[in-house]
């Protein structure tokens, strides 16, 4: 969305809540039968850092709304930056008679008032109040040297700090209205090293809402530099059978792919190689993987779903067994099940699905501990474009990582492909004791023997 003033929003003659409450009603006065809105709202900061100094500053102040319009079985969705009175007139017009135009989709639709999330649904998630150019400068040039102290690191690709507010305001002819705001810091950057003319790259990167829950900048900067110096030296590994351990930088990315298997869209699809396994054990008992989207403060908490609708904590798998769709209001009309709170961000556009803070939960051992029962195998730190077949679940990713022997870590390992099929990679899934719940998709490290790797 293109900058905007935003002064006029103080008043409350043009209050955001007020803007939408407009614009539903010149929806249903063009002919529409239904309408949701979504109005965003945000502005940040950001710096980068080279070579010690200031490379860039860059303030945003953005605005934007979305709009969709029911007519019968149809819909159609609009968008725009103007949020004068004209402009929002045109937008409500355009998307009536974009609405009146468009094929039936028996699918779609608001859901009932009667299943709406009820209570107070505005949610604050303010952490860091605004910081300072000059404070995020000065935390990111930290992060910078420290990584270029690291004995060996030769440059810093790319340094950078953020403080980033949004707020957006919903609101839809059902009578449901919500509003959330939330802030974030960032600090990440990557190092280069170099030997034996073979240059490598590796990172850290944090986004939190309290400064207090991120390390220290000069800490950032030092994990960046020593795991690029720890991959120097890298080789390939032959083509054999062997255990891998999925270091918890990546995977989350097993977690994601679990997640796209059981979308509610591509079960009504039949795209999922866990279509037909519905309460079935999925994984080995005593896993869980819970979405928690009343964590307080956390990076994907919510009070309703993309619709609307309740959300609450739920157990997607339970002692090993798979007992939810991830399911918006169309893929649960076409699976003939109930919505059950997972819809995306969808006012003004059409939903899809999507998880709140998902995580894996924790096992007893350590990784280490989990590299000494194995014996020998691969530490997977990176992995490049997980290549998966949703309806077998055939999987394969480049990978890097290290060798470890007798439990110990023997030597960097690049240019591997690690391969198997996901039904029997999940069935074999360890957990370990090192969950950090950073984001809105976390998990240990990960155990799997068994897997297939190529190599030399």
Not at 34 to 60: F, N, P, Q, T, Y
Not at 169 to 183: C, E, H, Q, V, Y
Request: aromatic share 6%; with cysteine.
């Amino acid at each position: 969305c293109a900058p905007v003033h935003l002064t006029g929003m103080t008043d409350s003659r043009n209050s955001p809540e007020t803007t939408l409450s407009a614009l539903l009603e010149r929806c249903l006065a063009a002919g529409a039968d239904a309408a949701d809105a979504r109005l965003a709202v945000s502005d940040g900061v950001s710096v980068s850092v080279r070579d010690g100094k200031l490379e860039g500053i860059e303030r945003e102040e953005n605005a934007g709304i979305s709009l969709r319009c029911f007519f019968g079985q149809s819909q159609a969705h609009v968008s725009g930056a103007d949020l004068s009175a004209e402009g929002l007139e045109a937008l409500a017009s355009r998307c009536v008679a974009m609405a009146k135009a468009v094929p039936a989709d028996k699918f779609c639709g608001l859901p009932g008032a009667d299943l709406l999330a009820t209570g107070d649904l505005d949610l604050d998630l303010t952490g860091e109040a605004e910081l300072s150019p000059e404070a995020l400068e000065r935390d990111a040039l930290t992060a910078e040297a420290a990584a270029l102290a690291v004995p060996g690191v030769k440059t810093v690709a790319g340094c950078g700090a953020s403080w980033n507010r949004s707020s957006r305001w919903l609101a839809a002819t059902n009578g449901f209205r919500s509003s959330r705001t939330g802030t974030s810091v960032s600090l990440g950057l990557a190092a280069v090293a170099e030997r034996d003319g073979h240059m490598e790259r590796d990172y850290d990167s944090w986004s939190v809402r309290f400064l207090k829950d991120m390390p220290g900048a000069e800490e950032v900067g030092r994990a960046a530099g020593e795991r690029t110096i720890a991959r120097l030296g890298a080789r390939k590994v032959n083509t054999q059978k062997a255990a891998v351990i999925f270091d918890r930088r990546v995977s989350d990315a097993l977690i994601g792919a679990f997640l796209s298997a059981i979308s509610g869209p591509s079960v009504a699809r039949g795209v999922s190689f866990l279509k037909e396994r519905m309460g079935e054990q999925v994984f080995a008992p005593g896993v869980y993987i819970t979405d928690d989207p009343l964590r307080p403060l956390g990076m994907g908490s919510r009070s309703h779903d993309g619709e609307g609708l309740p959300v609450r904590e739920t157990h997607l798998i339970e002692d090993g067994r798979l007992t939810a769709w991830l399911l918006n209001l169309p893929s649960a009309r076409q699976l003939g099940l109930s919505p059950n709170g997972f819809a995306s961000p969808g006012f003004g556009d059409p939903p899809g699905v999507t998880t709140s803070n998902v995580y894996l939960r924790p096992g007893a051992d350590t990784p280490g501990a989990l590299a000494k029962q194995v014996g020998k195998g691969l530490l997977i730190t990176d992995m490049f474009g997980p290549s998966i077949n949703p309806n077998t679940g055939d999987y394969s990713a480049g990978v890097a990582g290290f060798w470890f022997e007798n439990g110990e870590i023997a030597w960097p390992v690049s240019e591997v492909t690690v391969a198997g099929d996901l039904p029997s990679m999940f069935a074999r899934l360890v957990p370990a004791n090192d969950l950090e719940l950073r984001g809105t998709r976390d998990a240990p490290s990960i155990l799997i023997e068994d897997m297939n790797l190529a190599g030399s």
